[in-house]
């Protein structure tokens, strides 16, 4: 059985005062043995989120790595200091890279690729906009993400990616794919895996739906056979709102 993971996405909010103040809030509500609960922050609370989570059940994630080890790339952060700092996960490819810093599907494939070398999980985004959905072509789109972003990732390696659906068009719009919609593309892309690998490799991939899942939505959602957990935007800094999906995954 594939453990859900609930992974909420900061994105660039919180200072270091304040993420410590959340996650303190958060560790008591979030306890329990049968959901992995991660927190993707920026990368200036990734020191005291460490700190703050050392001998809980919550594992700190990163926003984004870049590919090299070091070098002159002013501004980005390495995989190795991220597991230097005690980081376990990695969000790659988001749409909010994709679109305003330029990242492209050879990029977040680089990206990956460096993540699970350092031993790095990495929670790789794919989805499609509004305009393919009207032209369906979803399916198409999807299906060139997953052989472009998993480019020479091997079968072994891919145990340890975490895939995120986010349909672009229900992120931070308050649109949210219905638990129909979001089941077919999850399945989708278990199958895409399974093509490039075998059923057993596809199986054991957690695949979680990431457009707009609130605490409203969040246990239908994740009542669906192949959506094996959230990445949660807006809500996951909302502690009541984030202990309700994390409650609605151990319950599901």
């Not at 996650?23 to 991660?38: G, H, S």
């Not at 080890?69 to 969000?91: F, R």
């Not at 390696?157 to 308050?174: D, L, M, R």
């Not at 895996?193 to 490799?201: E, P």
Request: glycine residues 8%.
């Amino acid at each position: 059985m594939r453990k859900k993971i609930i992974a909420g996405n900061w994105k660039m909010n919180k200072t270091p005062s304040e993420a410590v103040a959340l996650i303190n809030e958060l560790k008591p509500l979030v306890k329990n043995d049968d959901v992995d609960v991660v927190f993707c922050v920026p990368d200036i609370d990734i020191i005291p989120a460490v700190e703050a989570c050392k001998g809980t059940n919550i594992a700190i994630g990163a926003e984004n790595l870049y590919f090299e080890e070091s070098g002159a790339y002013t501004g980005e952060i390495s995989p190795n200091m991220l597991t230097d700092a005690g980081v376990k996960y990695v969000i790659i490819g988001h749409s909010e890279r994709r679109e305003y810093f330029a990242e492209t599907d050879e990029t977040v494939n680089k990206r990956t690729l460096a993540a699970l070398a350092a031993g790095l999980k990495p929670i790789v985004c794919v989805g499609e906009l509004k305009w393919e959905r009207q032209c369906n072509i979803t399916e198409e789109v999807i299906a060139r993400q997953i052989k472009l972003d998993l480019w020479d990732v091997t079968a072994e390696q891919v145990k340890n990616v975490v895939i995120a659906y986010e349909p672009v068009w229900a992120i931070g719009t308050g649109l949210t794919a219905t638990p129909d919609q979001a089941q077919e593309v999850c399945a989708f892309i278990r199958a895409q895996l399974a093509k490039k690998y075998d059923q057993a490799t596809a199986d054991a991939v957690t695949i979680q739906y990431g457009g707009s899942m609130n605490a409203g939505n969040a246990a239908e959602l994740l009542a669906q056979p192949d959506i094996d957990g959230g990445l949660i935007g807006g809500a996951s800094l909302k502690a009541a709102d984030f202990n309700t999906i994390v409650q609605a995954a151990v319950e599901g």
